[in-house]
């Protein structure tokens, strides 16, 4: 049934399709649709240059008229797109990509950036950190990695003094000071340039640098920071690029309130840095050659302070020196930030500025140190050679040493003539007419004690030491001797065989110290009724100020004999002072008013309650050490007065002042190696009737007066006093110091910005 069924449907499909024309079909095809809408895979699109990326696009619906898809770029230099899609990225910038399809189309936008390479950093060198006016200098910059994407900008803060051009070549302008800096990334460097006169110019370097010849030294901006009654110092090299064929005159223009310009608020003393001839000698007894000392090359070493009237320079090309101006700061002076104009005229002028800041700190009208030096009466150096006699000596050429050194804080001093060992001393046997036996006389000169007690006294305001010389007759290695009477058994001087007193010389210690003890009871019972029966101007007596060394410097082998004769001493004059330089720790500081240990010995010494220590150093310690020798930094001689405050002592004392003596052909200036090391015999120099400063003194006067500083801090928190201390001193018995100028300055800095808070 279903077959046959089937069957007959089909005939009718046949009959049926046979008889409809083909035009009656066309009805039945889909209709095509004549506008449509392109779509494209991608709206956007960001792209690094030289990167690619394909696009597709269609067209919908699927029986839109037409489905062609063709391609455009708006911007062909940023972005090219190919006939099948493919955009590629050719510069920085935007472009909209078309996919068209008849009147439709459809847009991607396109960003093409550059491939960013982080900067890790940056370094650049600088051949020199002065420029002359019309030079031009060259910086090397180096960008690391070196394919990073960032760009390098220089700048210049004042194009009138200089530019920079991109590719960092700086050509100077006009003289000042200007920074340059690059920047790159999230990195930047920056550094002052000093444009100057190509032929004379001058150059700031802070005054603990000594401007030694062939030194390659950078010139430092640094504002000076000084306390109210304080020494602001500014030291400048003066350069000249070309020969100047006259002597150069350094002056300062003007010391002002910054922002004035003119005036004079302060004096300065303006002062060339001579080179002396220096030696390098040292003795490896004493610790041999100082490591960090200048080139055994280079013999002229800056020291000497001498004026413009009395010292003249020229320059020859490409060398240079140093100039000084020293403003001493009242203790009343208006606190705040001083400008000055330093000037020096040549061939041709040159100038520069300079600043000054002063806190509002004021030190104490009298220096918390004593310190004594050994003046020697041997002048011959002040005075051509010849030998002045002893009245013209004592009115004429020591008031000059005195006042001088008196301002660099020096304010005591030892007796300048000895008898035999004995100051102004006549001693001989009497006879009593009524017992027939013989007794010591002891008498002392007052009118040569007056002259040196007023001398001193007139020219050292602030005089606090007068010191007696040694009472031993001779000192060896292994013992101390004392000339003295012999006695007789009933205590009286001994007769010999011809009736006369025998002078004997008993070396200690000894069974019997009994003549030595008589002997220096009736010396010192004379020498007490003399100073306590004359008095100073301004009320102490002569006994005041007086202190007495029994033998200087024992050591180890002698100790033994040497706390015999201090506590003899101390029993026949217990009222009498003793300030003895020491040199072990064997010696009994009992016996001793002022132990004055050296730098070696200071650690080690023990220290005896109501006593008052000293330090001491003179032709040792060498090494590493400091000291005030000449071929060493200058700040190890200004840190001598840190280890006054390291050690917890009140006074510092050296013996050589103006031991001249010993020169080469007895002229200092020839070589300041004496009989001892450049810079121990003397730290002052002799001119035609004058006398001179050194770098040397003005580094100790600085230094007395940062121990001032550390003593106020201490009032305050011994904690941050010792704190700052060792900032400087690191380990004062190995000894390791900070010998970088830059951080002395951030750390006086320090000190001066915590007091005036």
């Not at 007696?468 to 001779?474: L, R």
């Not at 590493?624 to 390291?646: G, M, Q, S, V």
Request: charged share 25%.
């Amino acid at each position: 049934m279903r077959r046959r069924l089937l069957t007959a449907l089909f005939s009718v499909a046949a009959v049926l399709s046979c008889a409809k024309p083909e035009k009656d079909l066309a009805g039945l095809r889909p209709v095509m649709n004549e506008t449509g809408t392109v779509v494209i895979s991608q709206k956007s699109l960001s792209l690094i240059i030289g990167s690619g990326y394909t696009l597709t696009a269609e067209v919908k619906p699927w029986n839109s008229k037409d489905k062609t898809i063709t391609w455009e770029s708006s911007n062909p230099e940023v972005a090219t797109v190919s006939a099948t899609g493919t955009v590629m990225a050719v510069a920085e910038g935007e472009a909209d990509i078309k996919a068209s399809a008849g009147s439709v189309s459809a847009v991607c936008h396109v960003t093409v950036s550059v491939l960013v390479i982080p900067l890790e950093g940056l370094s650049v060198e600088l051949p020199s950190r002065s420029l002359g006016v019309g030079e031009v200098m060259n910086i090397s910059l180096t960008l690391t990695p070196e394919n990073t994407t960032e760009t390098a900008i220089w700048t210049s803060s004042d194009e009138s003094i200089a530019t920079v051009a991109p590719d960092g070549s700086i050509e100077g302008k006009s003289p000042g000071y200007v920074d340059v800096s690059v920047s790159a990334g999230e990195f930047s460097w920056k550094e002052t340039i000093l444009v100057h006169n190509p032929n004379l110019w001058l150059e700031q370097v802070d005054p603990l640098t000594k401007p030694v010849a062939r030194m390659d030294l950078q010139w430092d901006r640094d504002t000076i920071c000084v306390a109210r009654g304080e020494t602001a110092t500014v030291q400048m090299l003066v350069r000249a690029g070309e020969a100047q064929n006259n002597c150069f005159n350094p002056e300062v223009v003007y010391f002002a309130p910054a922002g004035e310009s003119s005036g004079m608020a302060i004096e300065p003393r303006v002062n060339h840095v001579r080179d002396v001839r220096a030696t390098d000698h040292w003795d490896a007894w004493c610790g041999g050659a100082a490591p960090d000392r200048f080139s055994y090359l280079v013999y002229d070493i800056p020291d000497a302070l001498l004026p413009q009237s009395d010292y003249q320079r020229w320059l020859r090309k490409g060398e240079y020196s140093g100039v000084w101006a020293e403003f001493d700061i009242p203790r009343d002076f208006a606190p705040g930030l001083y400008e000055g104009l330093f000037r020096v005229s040549g061939d041709t002028v040159a100038e520069l500025p300079f600043f000054v800041k002063v806190y509002d700190v004021t030190l104490p009208e009298k220096q918390g140190l004593e310190v004594l030096q050994w003046p020697s009466p041997e002048v011959d150096a002040m005075c051509g050679g010849d030998t002045p006699e002893y009245w013209s000596v004592l009115g004429t050429y020591m008031p000059m040493i005195v006042d001088l050194v008196s301002r660099y804080g020096q304010n005591g001093f030892r007796f300048l003539y000895a008898n035999g060992g004995w100051q102004y001393l006549n001693r001989y046997p009497v006879l009593d007419p009524v017992t027939g036996k013989y007794d010591l006389k002891v008498e002392f000169d007052e009118a040569y004690y007056k002259r040196e007690f007023d001398m001193f006294y007139e020219n050292c305001p602030d005089l606090r030491q007068l010191q007696g010389h040694n009472i031993v007759a001779a000192k060896s290695e292994t013992t101390i001797t004392m000339g003295c009477y012999r006695l007789a058994d009933d205590g009286s001087l001994y007769v010999d065989g011809d009736g006369n007193p025998e002078f004997i010389y008993v070396e200690l210690p000894e069974d019997d110290p009994a003549p030595v003890k008589y002997y220096l009871k009736r010396y010192f019972d004379g020498l007490r009724e003399m100073l306590e029966s004359h008095t100073l101007p301004d009320g102490r007596s002569w006994k005041d100020i007086y202190v007495q060394t029994l033998s200087d410097e024992p050591n180890d082998a002698i100790s033994g004999a040497y706390n015999m004769l201090a506590s003899i001493v101390k029993e026949v004059a217990p009222d009498i002072r003793v300030l003895e330089p020491i040199q072990s720790t064997l010696v009994d500081t009992k016996y001793v008013d002022y132990p004055c240990p050296d730098i070696l010995t200071a650690n080690g010494l023990p220290r005896t309650e109501g006593h008052t220590e000293w330090l001491y150093s003179a032709m040792g310690p060498q090494g590493n050490y400091a000291n005030r020798f000449i071929r060493i930094p200058l700040l190890k001689t200004r840190i001598l007065h840190w280890l006054n405050y390291h050690y917890d002592t009140w006074g510092y004392l050296h013996w050589g002042l103006n031991y001249w003596v010993g020169a080469k052909d007895e002229d200092p200036w020839k070589d300041a190696y004496g009989s001892f090391i450049a810079g121990d015999m003397w730290i002052i120099w002799p001119g035609d009737h004058k006398v001179y400063s050194s770098i040397r003194l003005a580094a100790m006067r600085d230094g007395i007066r940062d121990f001032d500083l550390l003593r106020m801090i201490e009032s305050r928190s011994k904690a941050d006093a010792d704190a700052f201390c060792a900032r400087l001193i690191l380990d004062a018995e190995a000894p390791s110091y900070d010998m970088d100028v830059k951080h002395f300055r951030d750390l006086r800095r320090d000190m001066l910005e915590y007091l005036s808070k």
